[in-house]
């Protein structure tokens, strides 16, 4: 809209801006700042410089093993998500399934469930039917929270394709798998990217249903931080939070690089 | 596609959301009316739901979950609905940041966000650094183990949900209403009360209910910034499931948060099906 | 009602250009078409003048007062849109009723009569209480319209106002809006790339191309004298042929299309002789089976049967000539056949 914002809006606007900013992330920011500290405890604001922190959980066994086991499980949940919710968006957007509309709404309503729940009822079932908690169990648990998200936003890049294109295939003598490979993989691209951005991501950060089927001496990195601060935060923890933070940063350039990121609001 | 290849498509899928979704869910429902062992001797009983209304001191944790959730769902409608405005009409270069600030923090891990307001917010912390530097309170304030400390991180945890869903609709918006608005004597505030703000409650709407849903049952931030002093209900849960092993109580009290969600989500929808429907 | 000034209009949106110093004079109670090909500017300059667009230079000026810095709010216009914007959330009465509310025109009573009487205008009656997406197209159309009258305006904006109706639609809508236009003498200024359109509703036809205004004039001037090639060719195709013209004894002009083969035409307005362009209006040749005195000699090319008329490629003296003629005037006529080529006097024109 051209001309005639007023210029009590536009001032509200430019402090609200920077109200928003401050605020969302400011808490990103000292966490930052506290894990460069040279001093023993957490204090604000942190006194010296030192990458002493950034030594110590490399150092430690129990850092670097929590960044492995979180590593490992996004790798596995990632692809797992991928595959499975990939299959599933095709089935939807080009199947002809009765009642795609339920199926849809089925496939979204993890979303929609609170993760505690979630998280219980697996602890639940796991530990009466199996062993209880495992690595195993956690991957279930991530590659069906990450699932709506891939069969999302592959479905609505698959939407916005030309069907025609696959029956043009089938027409020139393409089999199921070639198809498959050619055709519908490649239009789906774009929104698998986005997918596995998301699905790494969240199997990467979560911690509610890592907290309910923790496995006592491999725990997930976000996991670890969170026992730490319910005990004894140090400035370790505001190293180890600085990493995932700076791997987080690292996830949004490359998914502007690759997609970008004004795409998100749409 | 044949319908053969569709269902062979969709099965994996499906097979994990009966199996590792709805059946656990399903489980939890069940641990929560039944009494004994479910392998062996069991029977049908309420007494874990007797057990939650009877004691006054669940009936206070509902009500303080729901305060906050409600507090913090409106804090969410106020700030998020502006931000998501600037994110459709403002400049280039403002949108782009205003995306990246709120991408940002969404994709950072909720325990390292809830860590860096235990820094502001703690005694000596950045929060207290400030308002001591202006002459307004001391280096020993502080907002930890108070609502008020709840409710700023887990606002700034969830705003991003509702700018995001809110401009989404907005994007959706004809430019040509606001234009049109403005030909017939509109002002640009009329514009956003008579134009933007009526179309955009779809994703008000939507922007709340997630908003609400996810912080009626957070409990990481709540329980890292509340502590055990102020408990909310899906920290109680949380105690009930890893400290006190109480599993059938747990999930009575689970069942609980759902229908307590369902009870403020459900009106709410039915409302948005109506106005949908009429226009 | 009033009349309306543009002087010297500029506009860029980054490198484009979309107005490059237009100035135009619209006289009160004029329908005035802005016509052009899509990009020519036109829509950016009915939106300059709803001041939905600031100019990077000019004035607009409505019946003698500089509009140029007043929001659009404020400037007492009616504009329908090509979408036609109607608000959604919002009935049709309570879409008509908006303008009048925003600029505080009446009490409740008073609006709603005047609500009533603009339904009646557009013969809307029974769909007061509808929401636009329970209306047709044809119906969205009329809300619009009234919409865009129901306060009065002093000028009345139209963009592209039947683009999005059907071929059949648009023919009635267009007597429909020459009715209204005849009863409320609104002064309005009407964008479209239909050049039918405007050459039918207009009483002025401002013809734009590439961010200026390329020639003005009343329907039938523009149609029957235009001053450029791309007029000549945007309204109603036309032949436009590379020629050499040059004054003839006895007053008259004469071009030769081809060695051997010239014609007279009647004295154009710019006097310069040399390489011309001839226009031939594709339905003013009469094309003929046998020999007439002044008759040009020419081979039949194919021809397309299209229902009462034909239309035919003739080739004259290297020339590719698109004519249309009436279906009976061909009718036995196979392609490859020598054919004769008449036009009226007066109807070739030296551009």
């Known amino acids: 809209m051209v001309g005639g914002v007023p210029l009590a809006a536009k001032a509200a606007a430019a402090v609200l801006v920077a109200a928003c900013v401050t605020f969302m992330l400011v808490p990103l920011a000292v966490v930052v700042a506290s894990s460069f500290s040279a001093s023993e405890f957490l204090v604000f604001p942190p006194r010296g410089f030192s990458l002493r922190w950034y030594e110590e959980i490399l150092g430690s066994r129990e850092y670097t093993g929590a960044a492995w086991t979180s590593l490992r499980l996004a790798a596995v949940v990632t692809a797992l998500s991928l595959l499975i919710g990939t299959a599933v968006a095709i089935a939807l957007v080009r199947g002809r399934i009765p009642g795609t509309r339920t199926l849809v709404a089925l496939f979204l309503s993890p979303l929609v469930l609170p993760t505690i729940i979630f998280g219980i009822g697996l602890l639940m079932v796991f530990s009466h039917y199996g062993d209880g908690p495992s690595f195993t169990a956690l991957a279930v648990g991530h590659v069906v929270v990450t699932l709506p998200y891939v069969v999302r936003t592959v479905a609505a890049v698959l939407e916005g394709a030309d069907p025609s294109v696959e029956e043009a295939a089938r027409t020139m003598g393409a089999n199921a798998w070639q198809r498959y490979w050619h055709v519908v993989i490649p239009q789906c691209r774009a929104g698998m990217l986005a997918g596995a951005f998301f699905a790494f991501n969240i199997s990467f950060d979560e911690a509610v249903i890592a907290l309910f089927l923790r496995v006592p001496g491999s725990e997930t990195l976000p996991l670890t931080i969170y026992s730490k601060l319910e005990f004894s935060p140090d400035p370790s923890v505001a190293a180890a939070s600085s990493v995932l933070i700076g791997l987080t940063v690292l996830l949004v350039v490359l998914m502007e690089r690759a997609l970008g990121i004004q795409s998100l609001t749409r | 596609m044949s319908r053969r290849e569709s269902w062979l498509l969709l099965t994996p899928g499906l097979a994990l959301l009966v199996l590792a979704f709805f059946f656990p869910v399903a489980h939890l429902l069940v641990r929560s009316v039944v009494a004994g062992d479910l392998g062996g001797e069991w029977t049908l009983t309420g007494e874990h739901y007797a057990r939650f209304f009877v004691d006054g001191y669940y009936l206070s944790v509902v009500e303080r979950t729901l305060r906050l959730s409600l507090i913090i769902t409106v804090a969410c409608v106020l700030f998020g609905f502006p931000i998501a405005y600037l994110m459709v009409h403002g400049g280039p270069r403002l949108r782009f940041w205003l995306i990246v600030v709120t991408i940002l923090p969404l994709m950072t891990s909720v325990v390292v966000r809830t860590f860096g307001w235990l820094v502001i917010l703690g005694r000596g912390g950045l929060l207290a650094t400030v308002l001591d530097g202006l002459g307004l309170a001391g280096r020993s304030f502080t907002l930890m183990h108070t609502e008020t400390g709840i409710v700023l991180a887990m606002v700034q945890v969830l705003l991003p949900f509702m700018a995001l869903t809110v401009a989404g609709v907005m994007h959706g918006i004809d430019p040509r209403l606001g234009e049109a608005a403005r030909t017939m004597g509109c002002g640009f505030f009329g514009v956003l009360r008579h134009v933007v703000v009526p179309l955009s409650i779809p994703g008000i709407v939507s922007g709340s209910l997630l908003v609400f849903a996810l912080s009626i049952s957070s409990f990481i931030t709540p329980g890292l910034v509340g502590g055990v002093r102020l408990p909310v209900l899906a920290s109680s849960i949380y105690q009930q499931v890893l400290g006190t092993l109480d599993w059938p109580f747990a999930a009575a009290q689970s069942v609980l948060l759902l229908l307590a969600a369902f009870a403020v989500i459900a009106p709410y929808a039915a409302l948005v099906r109506r106005r949908d429907l009429a226009a | 009602m009033a009349h ?348």
């Open chain 3, 4 to 351: 309306i000034e543009l002087v010297g209009l500029e506009k860029r949106f980054g490198e484009a250009r979309a107005l490059a110093g237009v100035s135009l004079d619209i006289e009160e109670g004029v329908l005035a078409a802005i016509l052009g090909p899509s990009g020519c500017g036109k829509t950016t300059l009915l939106r300059v003048v709803a001041g939905l667009e600031r100019p990077g230079a000019g004035r607009v000026r409505v019946a003698g007062e500089d509009i140029t810095d007043l929001a659009p709010e404020r400037r007492g216009l009616g504009m329908m849109f090509q979408s036609y914007a109607l608000l959604p959330h919002m009935t049709v009465a309570e879409n008509l009723r908006f303008p009048l509310r925003m600029q505080r025109l009446g009490d409740r009573r008073q609006q709603a009569e005047k609500v009533d009487w603009a339904l009646e205008l557009v013969q809307l009656g029974g769909m007061a209480s509808r929401y636009p997406r329970q209306l047709s197209g044809g119906q969205q159309q009329r809300v619009a319209l009234a919409r865009a009258l129901i306060a009065g305006p002093r000028v009345l904006l139209l963009d592209e106002p039947l683009s999005n109706l059907d071929a059949q639609l648009r023919k009635d809508m267009q007597l429909e809006l020459i009715e209204l236009h005849r009863q409320l003498r609104l002064t309005t200024l009407l964008v479209t790339h239909d050049q039918e359109e405007a050459l039918s509703l207009a009483d002025v036809v401002v013809l734009m191309r590439a961010g200026g205004v390329e020639q003005t004039g009343t329907p039938r001037a523009i149609y029957e004298q235009p001053a450029t090639p791309f007029a000549a060719e945007f309204l109603g195709a036309a032949n436009l042929l590379e020629v050499d013209a040059r004054p003839a004894e006895g007053g008259g002009w004469r071009v030769t299309l081809a060695p051997g083969v010239s014609l007279p035409v009647s004295a154009p307005a710019d006097p310069r002789a040399g390489k011309r362009t001839l226009m031939l209006r594709q339905e003013d040749m009469v094309v003929m089976a046998g020999p007439v005195a002044g008759g040009v000699e020419a081979e039949l090319g194919t021809v397309a049967f299209q229902g009462a008329t034909c239309r035919a490629v003739v080739r004259l003296a290297g020339h590719r000539l698109r004519v249309v003629a009436p279906s009976a005037a061909l009718a036995g006529l196979e392609s490859g056949r020598r054919v004769y080529l008449e036009w009226p006097e007066g109807r070739a024109l030296l551009l």
